[in-house]
């Protein structure tokens, strides 16, 4: 029996309803790929934030343990500057005692020389 509608008997209304189905039935299979590409896009997007917000806490811990050992060596650095105002200043001490030391020989070579020639005596 003839479909009713096709009654030039080329067979169109068979081939049309065929054509129809295969269409559809790819707008569903597009419409599921669709789907699971966007929930595939959505799940790699939340991982894609849980690892940025790792790498964020990673980069927030770093920086802070940075800062720990900057203001460490600050210190340290602070320290050795005040070991060396202290070295600084007994080294002065030092050579004005060194200073001294070589004026009162010195002086006292000059005051026995004086003694000896008899410099001293005539004056």
């Given at each position: 029996?003839?479909?009713e509608r096709d009654r030039t008997g080329n067979g169109w209304d068979e081939w049309k309803r065929f054509v129809l189905g295969d269409l559809q039935r790819i707008s569903e299979y597009t419409k599921e790929t669709r789907d699971t590409m966007d929930k595939f896009c959505d799940d790699?997007?939340?991982e894609s934030n849980k690892n940025y917000q790792n790498i964020l806490a990673l980069i927030s811990a770093?920086?802070?343990?940075l800062?720990?050992?900057?203001?460490l060596v600050d210190s340290r650095i602070a320290?050795?500057?005040?070991?060396?105002?202290?070295?600084?200043v007994k080294a002065g001490v030092w050579g004005i005692l060194g200073g001294a030391a070589t004026l009162i020989i010195a002086?006292?070579?000059w005051f026995i020389e004086?003694?000896?020639?008899g410099?001293?005596?005539?004056?």
């Open positions: 029996m003839e479909d790699s997007r939340i770093l920086e802070i343990r800062l720990k050992e900057i203001n320290l050795s500057n005040e070991k060396i105002v202290a070295l600084q002086l006292g070579v004086k003694l000896i020639s410099d001293l005596s005539g004056a």
